[in-house]
């Protein structure tokens, strides 16, 4: 995954930050780099997934040009010690989730939960957390590389085609959440395709960058 989105998502995650998340939600730190390394890609491909989609796709431009400038990742050590900004990071954070991952959200928690050992609880206090620092980073690389409506969709477009080609077990996930086709009759959807994320070339690297390995 050369050049890879989530990859350098995964950087921004180093232990200082994955220990400030773990003692956030009272979790053991090693799960914890786990979940954020399930979690990233399932929220990158989720985004991507609806930037597929013309209006979803301008309302995720006007979001990031509007509020996810990057400056999160500046001040994500402060944020990430409690308080105030963690609340506002984590209702922000909802409010992404409503639109990205609609009605699969449980079933994606139940995927990181099933992959890192945290339990689902804790994940519902996670995912909030990451999704704004995703479009904050997402943001920083469409300011810094100058990039519009059009360009947010094909970095989106080319990160998904990437993590599927790296890891069809992934792929798998990916198209799932893409397709809506988690309340599929006769099948779990996300949730049995699962398997083990963290044990694929791609999961493997994610989770090799935060734990720096």
């Given at each position: 995954?050369?050049?890879?989105?989530?990859?350098?998502?995964?950087?921004?995650?180093?232990?200082?930050?994955?220990?400030?998340?773990?003692?956030?939600?009272?979790?053991?730190?090693?799960?914890?780099?786990?979940?954020?390394?399930?979690?990233?890609?399932?929220?990158?491909?989720?985004?991507?997934?609806?930037?597929?989609?013309?209006?979803?796709?301008?309302a995720m431009f006007g979001?990031?040009?509007?509020?996810?400038?990057?400056?999160?990742?500046?001040?994500?050590?402060?944020?990430?010690?409690g308080g105030y900004a963690?609340?506002?990071?984590?209702?922000?954070?909802?409010?992404?989730?409503?639109?990205?991952?609609?009605?699969?959200?449980?079933?994606?928690?139940?995927?990181?939960?099933?992959?890192?050992?945290?339990?689902?609880?804790?994940?519902?206090?996670?995912?909030?957390?990451?999704?704004?620092?995703?479009?904050?980073?997402?943001?920083?690389?469409?300011?810094?590389?100058?990039?519009?409506?059009?360009?947010?969709?094909?970095?989106?477009?080319?990160?998904?085609?990437?993590?599927?080609?790296?890891?069809?077990?992934?792929?798998?996930?990916?198209?799932?959440?893409?397709?809506?086709?988690?309340?599929?009759?006769?099948?779990g959807g996300l949730a049995?395709?699962?398997?083990?994320?963290?044990?694929?070339?791609?999961?493997?690297?994610?989770?090799?960058?935060?734990?720096?390995?």
């Amino acid at each position: 995954m050369n050049n890879s989105l989530v990859q350098g998502l995964a950087s921004e995650f180093d232990g200082q930050r994955v220990a400030q998340i773990s003692n956030l939600l009272g979790a053991d730190q090693e799960q914890t780099a786990k979940a954020i390394a399930a979690a990233l890609p399932m929220l990158v491909g989720s985004m991507a997934g609806a930037a597929e989609e013309p209006t979803q796709r301008a309302a995720m431009f006007g979001a990031v040009q509007g509020d996810h400038d990057g400056s999160i990742l500046d001040m994500l050590g402060p944020m990430l010690a409690g308080g105030y900004a963690t609340r506002v990071l984590g209702a922000d954070g909802n409010r992404i989730l409503g639109h990205v991952l609609g009605a699969n959200q449980p079933q994606v928690e139940t995927v990181v939960a099933k992959n890192s050992g945290l339990s689902s609880s804790l994940i519902q206090k996670l995912l909030p957390i990451l999704a704004p620092i995703v479009m904050g980073y997402i943001g920083r690389k469409l300011r810094g590389d100058n990039l519009d409506e059009g360009g947010l969709g094909s970095v989106l477009g080319n990160e998904k085609a990437q993590m599927k080609q790296a890891d069809s077990g992934l792929g798998g996930l990916l198209d799932v959440l893409a397709g809506g086709q988690s309340q599929q009759a006769g099948g779990g959807g996300l949730a049995d395709l699962a398997g083990d994320l963290l044990g694929g070339p791609a999961g493997k690297a994610i989770l090799g960058q935060i734990l720096g390995r």
